[in-house]
């Protein structure tokens, strides 16, 4: 059993606190975040530096030991992930075991990723149309291979996307027009904490 705490944070709740916001994150994720042409852009920088701070108490992430594939950990743990897209961050925070998150808008793209799906997932895809439908499927796949530390760097190989219990454990659910979907190797139990721009900003 994988015991995990999922923190999210509508990165718009940010916009009448920026600059607050922008003096808590590290240099390099400010930076980023100031050369963002579109503000939401930089908001969603803000909101995944502030779970950072709330969610592991780290305001220099520098701290981070980086994976050949990029994946950030801690050294001393605990085990995190941590995503954002369209108006939300998504910061998942376990223990001992390798755990991946990911957090998309609930669209369909036009052209579907067919290099990435088995033929049976597309087939899958055929009967199931809707931008959640799809997403499901993406959140797991991406939030499977965070876990790992590869991303999307490599080839996908021996499990699928539509088994609920076998190499892979899921935890999906849909929040304000976004799917999130927690991952990890064991059966999980998630602890959902919505966060507000106060509970981020404060000391």
């Known amino acids: 059993m994988t015991e ?3 923190y999210l944070l509508n990165a718009r709740l940010l916009a009448d606190h920026k600059e607050e916001a922008l ?9 980023v975040a100031e050369h963002m042409v579109e503000e939401k852009n930089c908001l969603l920088q803000c909101a995944a530096g502030a779970l950072l701070r709330y969610g592991l108490g780290v ?16 050294p001393e743990g605990p085990e995190f992930n941590l995503s954002y897209a369209g108006a939300y961050a998504a910061l998942l925070v376990g223990k001992d075991e390798a755990v991946g998150v990911d957090i998309e808008p609930a669209l369909r793209p036009d052209v579907l990723p067919r290099k990435m799906l088995t033929g049976e997932e597309m087939a899958w895809l055929g009967e199931h149309t809707s931008g959640a439908d799809y997403c499901l499927l993406w959140t797991r796949l991406e939030s499977a291979l965070k876990a790992v530390g590869c991303g999307l760097a490599i080839p996908r190989r021996d499990f699928s996307l539509l088994e609920e219990n076998g190499a892979w454990h899921w935890d999906s659910r849909t929040h304000e027009g976004h799917i999130v979907t927690c991952a990890a190797a064991s059966p999980l139990t ?5 966060l507000t721009a106060e509970d981020v900003l404060q000391d």
Do not use: Q
Request: hydrophobic residues 40%; aromatic residues 6%.
């Open 4 to 6: 995990a705490t999922l």
């Open 23 to 31: 003096s808590r994150l590290c240099a390099r994720r400010r930076a």
């Open 59 to 74: 305001t220099d992430e520098s701290v981070f030991t980086i994976g050949e594939f990029g994946k950030p950990s801690l």
């Open 190 to 194: 998630i602890t959902l904490r919505v």
